[in-house]
């Protein structure tokens, strides 16, 4: 099987995805305290996305052998003795990428003048989540105090099963950096308890400063192609897929200091959000609203070319045309 695309480009660039939801008045939200948005800061490189994993068939001692490049004595990690079959698992992460993802995280809560939560699992894994906490927690101390004092808001280092307890209890209005596996699962949550998967923003942004990449939060939509093919109308919701082009054109416009760019970008964002907000949208956010099994094509929802030619008109009118 293929690695993931999105996967392998997060890889290569590193950097981390920041994730928040688009949010429609009239989308109602599964987590009515949620009154502020929630940005996830999902770590982009390593653990899980870098893993080799395996299978073995019969009994046997699993080890994790490190090589020092020096040529010094090697160590050596006996993981487990199977005694039938079963499965492994070797995963890593470097302390550039941990700080490049710090620094983003803090400069991100710094922008929004939010305060940042980083969760982890170290009280199990001592060793890996801590090496996190503490890089987080130095890079906090040298570098970003000051200013998180001047703007009256904190960093803190949470525990993964406490900080999901807190999300929910939450009214929003915070950064929460999460290691890359987290933020994967995490983000679905918080994007389905905002109302819907098909309202989130997504993008990388390297260490750089300069280079990101967005992209769409959600997965594809097979079912949808497959009836596209078959000829079918169907109504499918672009707004996530939008938003990652202009997002991106937003990016370019800001290297390029093109100011018509970005304001072309930003009306088309609020476009699509007074769309939905007066009525017209597809099938999944109508089945927020009036629940998917009593939606009426035409009368609740449209489908995705009508959709698209709505927010062309209306985009038309924003930008005087």
Same mark, same amino acid.
Request: hydrophobic share 35%; net charge neutral; proline share 4%.
């Given at each position: 099987?293929?690695?993931?695309?999105?996967?392998? =480009?997060?890889?290569?660039?590193?950097?981390? /995805?920041?994730?928040?939801? *688009?949010?429609?008045?009239?989308?109602?939200? +599964?987590?009515?305290?949620?009154?502020?948005? =929630?940005?996830?800061?999902?770590?982009?490189?390593?653990?899980?996305?870098?893993?080799?994993?395996?299978?073995?068939?019969?009994?046997?001692?699993? @080890?994790l052998v490190f090589s020092p490049a020096d040529g010094s004595k090697q160590k050596e990690w006996e993981v487990y003795d199977f005694s039938a079959g079963g499965c492994g698992m070797g995963m890593y992460n470097t302390d550039e990428s941990i700080s490049g993802f710090a620094h983003s995280c803090f400069q991100y809560a710094i922008q929004k003048k939010w305060p940042l939560y980083m969760s982890t699992k170290n009280?199990?894994?001592?060793?890996? %989540?801590?090496?996190?906490?503490?890089? &987080?927690? $130095?890079?906090?101390?040298?570098?970003?105090?000051?200013? &998180?004092?001047?703007?009256? =808001?904190? !960093?803190?280092?949470? +525990? =993964?099963? $406490?900080?999901?307890?807190?999300? +929910?209890?939450? #009214?929003?209005?915070?950064?929460?950096?999460?290691?890359?596996?987290?933020? %994967?699962?995490?983000? %679905?949550?918080?994007?389905?308890?905002?109302?819907?998967?098909?309202?989130?923003? #997504? /993008?990388?942004?390297?260490? $750089?400063?300069?280079? *990101?990449?967005?992209?769409?939060?959600?997965?594809?939509? @097979?079912?949808? !192609?497959?009836?596209?093919?078959?000829?079918?109308?169907?109504? @499918?919701?672009?707004?996530?897929?939008? &938003?990652?082009?202009?997002?991106?054109?937003?990016?370019?416009?800001?290297?390029?200091?093109?100011?018509?760019?970005?304001? &072309?970008?930003?009306?088309?964002?609020?476009?699509?959000?007074? @769309?939905?907000?007066?009525?017209?949208?597809?099938?999944?956010?109508?089945?927020?609203?009036?629940?998917?099994?009593?939606?009426?094509?035409?009368?609740?929802?449209?489908?995705?070319?009508?959709?698209? %030619?709505?927010?062309?008109?209306? +985009?038309?009118?924003?930008?005087?045309?």
């Amino acid at each position: 099987m293929w690695k993931s695309p999105n996967g392998t =480009i997060r890889n290569i660039l590193g950097g981390t /995805v920041f994730r928040e939801p *688009i949010l429609c008045k009239n989308i109602p939200r +599964l987590v009515p305290g949620w009154t502020q948005p =929630i940005t996830i800061g999902r770590h982009a490189f390593g653990d899980q996305y870098r893993a080799t994993d395996f299978v073995v068939e019969q009994p046997g001692k699993f @080890t994790l052998v490190f090589s020092p490049a020096d040529g010094s004595k090697q160590k050596e990690w006996e993981v487990y003795d199977f005694s039938a079959g079963g499965c492994g698992m070797g995963m890593y992460n470097t302390d550039e990428s941990i700080s490049g993802f710090a620094h983003s995280c803090f400069q991100y809560a710094i922008q929004k003048k939010w305060p940042l939560y980083m969760s982890t699992k170290n009280t199990i894994l001592k060793a890996y %989540d801590g090496r996190f906490k503490d890089i &987080f927690q $130095d890079i906090f101390e040298k570098t970003y105090k000051p200013e &998180f004092d001047r703007l009256k =808001i904190w !960093y803190e280092h949470r +525990l =993964i099963d $406490d900080m999901v307890a807190q999300v +929910l209890k939450s #009214s929003g209005g915070f950064v929460w950096a999460c290691k890359n596996y987290d933020g %994967d699962v995490q983000s %679905d949550i918080l994007a389905q308890g905002f109302g819907s998967l098909g309202l989130m923003t #997504s /993008v990388l942004v390297c260490p $750089d400063g300069k280079t *990101i990449e967005a992209e769409a939060a959600h997965g594809t939509v @097979t079912r949808h !192609y497959r009836e596209h093919q078959r000829g079918n109308p169907t109504s @499918t919701n672009p707004i996530a897929s939008i &938003f990652a082009w202009t997002r991106g054109l937003e990016h370019r416009g800001k290297l390029d200091g093109n100011p018509d760019l970005i304001k &072309f970008s930003q009306t088309l964002e609020g476009v699509c959000v007074e @769309t939905v907000e007066h009525g017209v949208m597809t099938k999944d956010l109508a089945g927020c609203i009036h629940g998917l099994s009593r939606c009426k094509l035409n009368e609740h929802y449209v489908n995705t070319s009508d959709f698209l %030619d709505a927010i062309k008109t209306n +985009l038309d009118k924003a930008l005087g045309k």
